[in-house]
Nanobody, 120 residues
Framework: VQLQASGGGLVQAGGSLRLSCTAS????????MGWYRQTPGKSRELVAD???????NYADSVKGRFTISRDNAKNTVNLQLNSLKPEDTAVYYC???????????????WGQGTQLTVSS
């Protein structure tokens, strides 16, 4: 399974951005799709994730500013980032957890990461 992320870039504080990630490959189902972020010297942290039934989970630091959504038919997860702050600067990674078609084994796949820089 491959995840292709897009949408990072440079934005001013207070601005908005949308990240997208599409999963492809031998997929039977995707249970969870999510976004994580990482800055140098720190561990990767959860930003938000969304279940197949659309239940969502957000880090406290992004609640009310970020919105996660998914299109199950397209195996895509989106993250709308509003009211961006310099501390949101990080490499953002998408993740998908699901099952392969055919053998129904579980997979845990990561995208390649996309850089978001928020200038003050």
């Amino acid at each position: 399974v491959q995840l292709q992320a897009s949408g990072g870039g440079l934005v001013q504080a207070g601005g908005s951005l949308r990240l997208s990630c599409t999963a492809s490959g031998n997929i039977f189902s995707i249970n969870v799709m999510g976004w994580y972020r990482q800055t140098p010297g720190k561990s990767r942290e959860l930003v938000a994730d969304i279940m197949a039934g659309s239940n969502t989970n957000y880090a406290d630091s992004v609640k009310g500013r970020f919105t996660i959504s998914r299109d199950n038919a397209k195996n895509t997860v989106n993250l709308q980032l509003n009211s961006l702050k310099p501390e949101d600067t990080a490499v953002y990674y998408c993740k998908a957890v699901g099952m392969y078609s055919g053998n129904f084994r579980h997979f845990n796949a990561w995208g390649q990461g996309t850089q978001l820089t928020v200038s003050s």
